[in-house]
């Protein structure tokens, strides 16, 4: 309702419906020209940052039962049994638990992908969002401190953003676990990970990140998140959380959104080399 003053201005109250009528009315014009889009599959849907109904569909999200110290799905074991898989028999991870949204599969490859090298930075939303239910299972949050894995300086000043650190702060906004930005470095450009075994993958990522000056003070006796968008070979995620482990923290874990799973058929990781994950060909820094 518009109300006039004694001297002929229009009071609060209708600027107030003026500038509501207005927002909604710019929203609609931009809706028209611009329809939100589906993240997966560019269909339209009815806001941003959503999935339609066939890429939600197609999406594999992972939970329980799985490896109580890297978050492998095991499907043969039971919810909330503390098992290990048989590569962490063999190796344990440096971290414990690392959880991801969802697997790795044509649909999660597109949002990572989008966000990664389409400059589509609402994405990380999308992908937060659901991250949020995975970092919950990892304990209490009020000890949590969110880390991104960093980029070396060359790659984020040639891609103009670090992926990880968007993720980061849309966790931080959903969930109230703060983050920092700076707590890791990567001090050396790595090679490409395509087509490399394990050890090889291993040897490329092996000095690439150090703690920053006063890391320790930060990080005592707080439980570490690495934050990621995609979980390949591993290898980027364990050389991250050895470092952090060094910081004097009760507990490092990981975060991602999406998972690469073994091959059922075969037991191995689906064909690395094939993947955008450490995705590029050029330098991933």
């Keep these: 309702m518009t109300n006039a003053t004694g001297d002929g201005t229009i009071s609060d109250v209708g600027n107030g419906a003026a500038w509501q009528l ?5 929203r609609a014009i931009v809706d028209y020209a611009l329809p939100p889009r589906c993240a997966g599959c560019g269909a339209i849907v009815g806001e941003d940052h959503q999935f339609c109904l ?32 048989g590569a962490c028999l063999a190796d344990a991870p440096p971290f414990a638990g690392a959880p991801a949204a969802v697997a790795y599969g044509p649909v999660a490859r597109t949002v990572a992908l989008r966000l990664k090298y389409g400059r589509r930075t609402g994405h990380a939303r999308l992908m937060a969002r659901l991250m949020a239910r995975s ?32 993720i980061a702060d849309e966790l931080t906004r959903l969930t109230g676990v703060p983050h920092d930005h700076h707590l890791l470095r990567r001090v050396k450009a790595t090679a490409s990970l395509r087509g490399k075994g394990r050890r090889e993958r291993e040897r490329v990522v092996a ?63 689906i064909d690395i080399a094939s993947l955008d994950s450490d995705m590029d060909r050029r330098m991933t820094g």
């Design 54 to 85: 066939a890429c939600w569909s197609s999406l594999d999200f992972l939970g329980d039962p799985c490896c109580a110290s890297c978050s492998l799905p095991l499907p043969l074991a039971l919810p909330g049994d503390r098992m290990m898989c």
């Design 207 to 269: 000095g690439a990140f150090a703690l920053a000056d006063g890391a320790s003070a930060r990080a005592a006796g707080r439980h570490l998140i690495l934050v990621d968008d995609v979980h390949a070979s591993g290898a980027t995620l364990r050389a991250a959380a050895r470092v952090l482990r060094r910081s004097g923290a009760a507990r490092v874990s990981a975060l991602t959104w999406a998972r690469v799973l073994p091959d059922a058929a075969t037991g191995n990781e």
């Design 22 to 26: 207005f927002r909604v009315t710019a």
């Design 135 to 166: 970092l919950a299972t990892l304990g209490p949050i009020d000890a949590m401190l969110l880390v991104p894995v960093p980029l070396h300086r060359w790659r984020l000043w040639s891609r103009g953003f670090n992926q990880a650190a968007l």
